[in-house]
């Protein structure tokens, strides 16, 4: 492929920065027979998260537990991370192992061959039995699985429970109910929703039409955001816009979790879709706000927008198998503890979720949805796609443009993306 050729040449001209990077940020890859190097978020690595703490505690058993081992951490920012690493792999070097968002980071790593394929360790049927299917597929490119999956969440539906039951409105289980709340809401005078700005709170919507937004399951990806089924989720998310003004005035500039909170927090939207971890930052900024939790509205099938984080292993590395026997170590259920502290779910198949949540019992909503949370479409710079779906939302928003004005400039933009990242 042209652009990956492309990447590649680029990355010859990054071995200067990428010499410094590893100057400020531990040793390179393979300094010896028994010794691997993490990259890490920071608050992975920090005694102040309580995630943090426990990397830290597991990687010292894992040093313990095997002698003459040395595990080296790097950290860097949540922003950072996939360029940092590109960076290094590109340059023949990096970390032997990367923590990656699965939104997507592994499908661009894999695409320009900077990641081991997992069949070099375990079978795919080994995989496929003991990992979620959402979480696992998060990093599989042509067929390919490239990444363990650590924690995982999805997106759900938070509500003002004393609102709903200030205007006798039932918490809204269907698409149907949602819609019908949210016209009774706007009516009273009340704001309807809340998310953050992307295409993350869409997926649920196209994927539970039984429309993958872009078919992947081909040697090239396929647009399908504009069939029927897709005109049907399209139309049912802006029409809650056009016929309502379901979305609260903030929406448009929810760039930021944290802009996301306030407005369920202080009353100026009812509803909010985001994930488990939405629960905390709402209830910091209004104690006193009954929160409920539900499932995402179903629509023709049951379906929400996966997220985490997954374990991955640098083409570069020299202890290929060191690294991957150090990634199934800290996945295994006997180090849960470490994503149990923040109330994590694991991507494996078989937990029991009313015992692992006995701390976060209102998290278990979000477990449930589990065995039918999806991954973004696994595409060649997905950031790219999650924001031209985006652009497309606000151009309805602003009242720019149609639905169906905007959802055929975003197929013919995201074809025009696919052209360009698959020649």
């Not at 340059?91 to 070099?120: E, F, K, R, T």
């Not at 209830?283 to 009954?290: A, C, I, Q, V, Y």
């Amino acid at each position: 492929m042209k652009r990956l050729k492309v990447l590649l040449l680029i990355g010859l001209t990054l071995i200067i920065a990428a010499g410094s990077l590893f100057a400020a940020g531990g040793k390179q890859t393979g300094g010896s027979s028994n010794e691997i190097t993490l990259l890490l978020l920071n608050s992975f690595m920090s005694t102040d998260d309580p995630m943090g703490a426990q990397v830290l505690k597991a990687v010292k058993e894992f040093e313990a537990e095997n002698p003459g081992v040395k595990v080296n951490l790097q950290g860097t920012s949540q922003q950072d991370i996939l360029e940092q690493f590109k960076t290094l792999a590109l340059a023949g070097s990096g970390p032997d192992v990367a923590v990656m968002d699965n939104s997507g980071h592994a499908i661009d790593l894999a695409a320009m061959n900077l990641l081991l394929p997992l069949n070099n360790f375990i079978t795919d049927a080994d995989l496929t039995s003991y990992y979620a299917e959402g979480p696992l597929n998060s990093g599989k490119f042509r067929g390919i699985y490239y990444s363990i999956p650590w924690y995982m969440d999805n997106c759900g539906l938070l509500y003002n429970v004393k609102r709903l039951k200030d205007l006798n409105i039932e918490p809204p289980k269907t698409w149907a109910q949602l819609e019908d709340a949210i016209s009774k809401l706007t009516k009273a005078g009340y704001g309807g929703i809340i998310s953050y700005l992307s295409a993350y709170e869409m997926y649920p919507f196209f994927y539970q039409n039984n429309n993958a937004v872009i078919d992947t399951s081909g040697n090239t990806p396929e647009v399908v955001i504009n069939n029927a089924a897709g005109k049907e989720a399209w139309n049912y998310w802006t029409g809650l816009h056009i016929k309502y003004g379901g979305f609260v005035e903030s929406f448009k500039e929810a760039n930021t979790w944290d802009k996301v909170y306030e407005p369920l927090a202080s009353g100026e939207a009812t509803f909010l879709i985001g994930g488990d971890w939405c629960v905390t930052g709402v209830k910091k900024l209004n104690p006193n706000l009954e929160v409920g939790i539900l499932p995402m509205p179903e629509g023709k099938s049951k379906a929400t927008a996966l997220g985490g984080w997954t374990w991955n292993i640098n083409r570069n590395s020299k202890n290929p198998k060191l690294a991957y026997d150090f990634i199934r170590y800290i996945t295994s259920p006997e180090r849960d503890y470490i994503i149990k502290a923040d109330g994590r779910l694991p991507g494996r198949k078989n937990v029991d979720y009313n015992q692992y949540l006995a701390a976060y019992p209102e998290r278990l909503v979000f477990a449930s949805q589990v065995p039918y949370t999806k991954p973004r479409p696994a595409i060649i710079n997905e950031k790219a796609i999650d924001k031209l779906i985006t652009d497309a939302f606000l151009r309805v928003l602003y009242n720019q443009q149609t639905p169906q004005q905007a959802l055929d400039q975003a197929e013919k933009e995201l074809k025009q993306n696919i052209t360009d990242n698959y020649k």
